[in-house]
Structures are given as structure tokens and as C-alpha cells.
């Protein structure tokens, strides 16, 4: 579970893909410094498990004896690169990151799970003078799960919905999200990860809905 609270612009420093999978390499010592093989991680809002930390000899060692953690390494499968944009990274590729939040730690966004429920597109960004509307596509199956001034999760970060209609919505972006997430830097194009308020998944089972 997360909170869509970016602690970290993280860095792709490889990826290997085997068959219809891959193993990636991401560059960050802010999420590794506790970090173990086993503890789970977001990447632009997916939830993915620590195989391994990549770093100087040493990198266990007790702070400030030795150097520690500079990336992680995690496995990525055939149905994550199917449904996310991970399928789309490469060395260099710039991507946020969020440890997974502790029972004690504040709720700083809101229930987070890591798991994609789709992909959108960057429609269109309109400067304001102290932040950013965002307009992105927004899958037809996805739609009754978004009103206004409710949360959902873009490429990992926890946004409230500012407006939205058929096929989109819009979020605004203060500057610290512009200078913290790969939001800042992405253009009309762009594919990003949603995920919608599981909230709102299950009062519609529990209505009668499908899921």
C-alpha cells in the first residue's frame, strides 16, 4: 500500500528483457536506504518487488560507515508491461518512486495500491501562473470511477481531480509536483499509469456492480 506521495525522481539505469519479461535497474538512494529484497515499490505508480540492491561493497553497513544502496533491482512481468507504460522505459528513462507506507506513517494522499487499472494520454498542458493544468485521456471503462475534486493516481502520484468530462480529466500541479515527479517534464503525447480510488471499486461491488 502507498500513499502517492513521490519521495524520489529515480533513474533507469538498465534493463534486461528475457522472453516476455524484463529485469530493471533503477538508480536511487533515497528509496534504498532501509530498503531489503522483498520490500515492494512503486515505480510511476506500480507496484514492484526488490530482487536485489545494486551498490558499492559494504552497502549494508551501519550509516555512515560505509556507502550505501545506489539502486534496486526488480522483475517486471509480461501483464505489467502489457497494461503500464514500464513497457515503454529505457536506460535513462526518468521515473518516480515511492516506498510503500508504514502503519505509523501520515496519510499524506490517499490509498494507494500500486496496481495500474489503465493508461492514459497527455492531452494537453496549460501553464497558469503559479501551476500547470493537466488534461489526460481517460479509458470509457475508467470514467465512472472519476468526479471532481475526487483523488486518482497518475504515474504513481496522488492528484485531485479538478474537472473532467467524457474521455478526460484534469488535475492541477503546484510547483513542488512540477519539480519533484516526471509530471514536469511530460508533454502531450505521453503515456501515463492511472489508478482510480479502490474505494470507489468496491461501494460499486458492493451496489451490485460488475467488479
Known sequence: MFTGIVEDLGEVEAIEHEG?????????????????????????GVCLTVTGL?????LTGPAGSQPGPTGFIADVMGETLRLTSLRDIAPGTRVNLERSVRVTDRLGGHLVQGHVDGTGTILSRSPQEHWDVVRISLPKDMGRYVARKGSITVDGISLTVSNTSDGWFEVSL??????????????????????????????????????
Open 20 to 44: 516476455d519479461s524484463a529485469r530493471i535497474c533503477i538508480r536511487s538512494t533515497t528509496v534504498t536506504a532501509d530498503a531489503r529484497p522483498g520490500d515492494s515499490i512503486a515505480v510511476n
Open 54 to 58: 545494486t551498490g558499492p561493497p559494504g
Open 174 to 211: 503546484i510547483p513542488e509536483t512540477l519539480k519533484r515527479t516526471t509530471l514536469g517534464a511530460r508533454q502531450p503525447g505521453d503515456l501515463v499509469n492511472l489508478e482510480v480510488d479502490v474505494i470507489a471499486k468496491y461501494v460499486e461491488k458492493l451496489l451490485g456492480g460488475t467488479q
